[in-house]
């Protein structure tokens, strides 16, 4: 949305790109669910995450890149617009850097604050979601 000397300092090549969202791609193909989505796409990640309820219904993980910068930058959207997408889908989150890990049905004020902190300072770090699953207990 923005294009920031960040982005653009080395001059890179444009390319366009055709999209289309996961969740019609994996029906129009018949693919299995995914039980672990990766995602580090330089801040599009909340596009993406548009395009694929279903999928993140199916997984069992989530790991991606928390980014304020890229949020703001490129998806110019806030961090309630970016989890509002799918945090439901999770019972559990761990932070990379800190090593912080919360209960999202028990403690999810406090990762609210961690998160608005965060978005706040511009701190970024990598998050993997989690669901509790049958037997698992």
Known sequence: KVADYAFTYDNPDVTEVDVVPLDEFSEKHALPAA???IMDI?????FALQGM???????????????????????NCTADEFFGLFIQQFSQVMFFRSRK???????????????????????????LFSKVLPGTM
């Open 42 to 46: 330089e801040g599009s990640e909340y």
């Open 101 to 127: 890990t919360f209960d999202l049905k028990k403690e999810k004020d406090l990762f609210n604050q961690l998160i608005e902190s965060m978005f706040r300072d511009n701190i970024s770090d990598d998050l």
């Open 53 to 75: 309820p279903k999928s993140l219904e199916a997984c069992h993980y989530l790991y991606i890149e928390f980014e304020p910068h890229h949020l703001i930058l490129v998806a």
């Open 35 to 37: 039980r672990m989505i």
